[in-house]
C-alpha cells in the first residue's frame, strides 16, 4: 500500500472534450454493465469517452503478490494505449490506485519511465472524474437509503469515499447510511481473498452483518472486486439482503437512464 499522501479531490479550469476509460478486468469480466453506465454517463456530460480496445490488467494482482517482473509485463502492455493528452477514467479506486502510484515506482529507472509518469498523472477515479467536471445528478427517484462500501485503496491511496459520499449526498430523496464496519476491508483484497481464505471469509461475514444491521435498500461501491466478495456472501447467506450495485448504475438509475 502506498504512503503518499491521497489527493485532493480536485476540479478541471476546463471541462476536457475526450476522455480515456480503462475498464479493468475484473470489472470487464464480471460486470461490464457497470462499465457502460459509467461510460454513459460520462457520454452524457458531452465527453467523448474513448475505450481502446487492447486493455486488460493494470498488474495489480502480480504486484501486490510480490511478483514485480509480471507486473511489469503486463503494465507495460497498456501504456501504448493512452497517447492522447486526455484523461484516464478508471472505474475502480483499486485499480486507479496502481497506475497512480504504483507505476511510477514499477517503471522507474526504464525507458519507460516517463510515459509511465505521465499516464499517472492523467490517471482519475471515476467518482472524481464526475466530480471533477462539477457533475450534479439530478435524482427522479423514490426515496431509498443507501449503504457505501469504499475498496481500501479507494479510500487510503486516492481518498475517493469523499467523492463517493459527495455524490451521493448531493441527491435529494437518498439517504446516505453510515454502516458499522464502514471503513474495514471487506476481505477481497485480490489475491489475499485467494491466499487466506479463512480470514477473508471472516471480514466480509462482519462487512455483510454490518450492512445487514444497517437495514439500507441499496448497498454502493465503486470496486467491483469489493461487490463480487461482499455480492457472493449476500447470494449464500443473507438472500433477502440486496445486492451491491456500482455506483455508476445506482446513478443512472436515480436519473431515469436506464430502461
Not at 502492455?77 to 493528452?85: E, M, N, S, T
Not at 467518482?127 to 485503496?153: D, M, Q, R, Y
Not at 449464500?236 to 436506464?258: A, C, N, Q, Y
Request: hydrophobic content about 35%.
Amino acid at each position: 500500500m502506498s504512503t503518499k499522501t491521497p489527493p485532493e479531490i480536485i476540479r478541471y479550469e476546463r471541462i476536457p472534450t475526450d476522455a480515456y476509460f480503462f475498464g479493468t478486468c475484473v470489472l470487464d469480466i464480471f460486470m461490464p454493465e457497470a462499465g457502460m453506465d459509467a461510460m454513459t454517463l460520462i457520454e452524457k456530460q458531452g465527453i467523448h469517452t474513448h475505450f481502446p480496445m487492447g486493455q486488460s490488467c493494470c498488474g495489480q494482482p502480480a504486484y501486490s503478490s510480490g511478483h514485480p517482473n509480471e507486473a511489469f509485463d503486463v503494465a507495460k502492455a497498456q501504456l501504448d494505449l493512452f497517447p492522447q493528452d486526455w484523461p484516464i477514467v478508471v472505474p475502480s479506486g483499486s485499480c486507479g490506485g496502481m497506475m497512480k502510484h504504483h507505476w511510477p515506482e514499477l517503471f522507474k529507472g526504464t525507458k519507460y519511465e516517463q510515459q509511465a509518469n505521465d499516464i499517472a498523472n492523467r490517471v482519475i477515479e471515476f467518482t472524481h472524474f464526475l466530480i471533477a467536471i462539477g457533475f450534479k445528478p439530478e435524482n427522479k427517484g423514490a426515496p431509498v437509503k443507501v449503504a457505501v462500501h469504499t475498496s481500501c485503496a479507494a479510500r487510503r491511496e486516492m481518498n475517493v469515499h469523499l467523492s463517493g459520499w459527495q455524490l451521493i449526498d448531493g441527491m435529494e430523496n437518498v439517504e446516505r447510511i453510515v454502516h458499522d464496519h464502514e471503513s474495514e476491508c471487506c476481505g477481497f483484497g485480490g489475491t489475499f481473498s485467494v491466499k487466506h481464505p479463512d480470514i477473508s471469509g471472516a471480514m466480509v461475514t462482519d462487512k455483510v452483518a454490518a450492512l445487514k444491521a444497517s437495514q439500507a435498500t441499496e448497498i454502493i461501491s465503486a470496486d467491483c472486486g469489493c461487490m463480487l466478495n461482499i455480492g457472493g456472501k449476500i447470494a449464500k447467506d443473507e438472500p433477502d439482503m440486496p445486492r451491491p450495485k456500482h455506483i455508476s448504475t445506482f446513478l443512472l438509475e436515480r436519473m431515469g437512464g436506464k430502461a
